[in-house]
């Protein structure tokens, strides 16, 4: 009987230090969909994030495999994680001297040569979409270490000093013919398509997936999928396809069918402008959608043509517009220290961002990495090659191969976008005009609400460079109610209260808001704690006392309970 191969995947650790919580820290989906169809073909199969772990992944990694003793390893690579990837697959030759280490993801696919050279102990890689290529090479590897490798598509390898390099691997058709990872694993970020018709020259998407026609998985398997991490106690889903709207239809289908399933979630998205209309943002938001990103790059229409994104500013405009007045939360991705960026270029990016009134944007210092057009570009300028990835980064910014930039002025770029965005930013909140649509009314409450909470006691708050915070998130939370009830709106306002010191204020609002949610514990408590700076622990200990089983309620009861005794003859 042949011995089922053991397998370990491995999300590595990024070079440099992250937040705990941002999407460096996740799981590369294709991991998940490789683990799937691994423990479908009765691989025991385990997957590793490194990425998520504060202590030192490497040796994290090397207690793990010393303890599971896999028989292949396989690392999803991207340029930043590829030297944890690297002093992984050292440590492993080194417990496991028979272990089969195989590379795969982005990296490795337009660096096999260079990573092969860096790292003598990867065995092989694998280029392009994955999981048919990594199931053949593990089965082929069952019963024999020396293959036949060559007839497996996909494939980089070694034999001796010999570099192999097998055909490319055709990329799946149908994607409803993989297994659900869902079946196997518990996860937030998923995706509807592979693939992306853009032609950004940042972007190294289209050129990773090997082919110009995006593939979908239907409407139904997609849907199928989001119930059964619901059902697992998901409520949040980050949606990561390129541009999710780019089918109309296929997304209304599935929005219809949530709607139908009539699951209590929440979603986000990334779209492009000129791939939304006032139909499709009404059936997402009913179905979930709570924020939408756009690549809108820059406003200077030069430097979009450059960065391979020739957006109608028009469009770019009426896209924010309408996709807030539907309760929808538009982000906006901005590029700075882009290809003929300057002082003008950044204030066309500023008068821009004035008229599109994002809710919330993140700004990227351009960097580039192979697969991308911009890569190619400079390598064959002379500007950069493959060696320059020996050095101990993670990616290469745009300004150190560009002559007319230095770091010192591209960092002023960032800054000044970023602080005009965030000194507008109240502004651009009380400018939400909402669509008059009644049916979107409890919508509207709840996506008021949720921007209040962020400048109340989110992100905004914390923010110095955010002006008038509680005045605007007052401002929303008022506004949501003249929508709908909502009980987000009404804890708002009662913390609100609470932090002025305005308790009974805080009573009064929490008393409208508990007559519609009386189990609400959040409600519960924020009447409570406002009972008890008033001097009222027997009718604040009956709000605390429904929900006794919280470990985080005893303090108060403890409180409440003292100074009753403390009262009592």
Known sequence: MV????ILL????????????????????????????LIENAFETKILNLASIKDDPVSVFKNLVATEQPDVIGFSVTNPNRWNAMECAVAARHILPDATIVFGGPTPTFLADHLLTACPDIDFIVTGEGEITFLELVTTLETSRTGPFDQIDGLVFKNGTTRFKTLPRKPVETLDSLVHPSLYFTYQHLAMSRGCPGKCTFCGSPKFWGDKTVRFHSPQWFADEIQRLAEKGVTHFYISDDT???DKQRVMAFCSRIIKKKLSITWNAISRVDYIDADLLLAMRKAGCIQLSFGVESGSEKIRKRLGKPLDPDKIIQAFSLTASHGILPRAYFIYGSPGETHATIQASLDLMADIKPLSAIFYLLVIFPGTHLYRSAVQKGLVNDDFWHQKVEDLPWFEVDEDLDFSHVKAFGDRLRSEFYHTLDTAARQISLVDIKELYPYHADFLSRLALTFSHGEYAADPRVKNQDKTARWLFDKALSYAPDARAFLGLGMLHQKQRQFDKAILILEQGLSHWPENKDLSVCMGVSLMNTGRFKPALTFFEKFRDFPEISHYMHICHENIARTTP
């Open 3 to 6: 011995k089922r191969q053991k």
């Open 10 to 37: 491995v999300n590595p650790a990024c070079l440099d230090h992250r937040i705990f919580g941002e999407d460096a820290g996740i799981v590369p989906l294709g991991l998940y969909y490789m683990g799937a169809l």
């Open 244 to 246: 999710f709207t780019m």
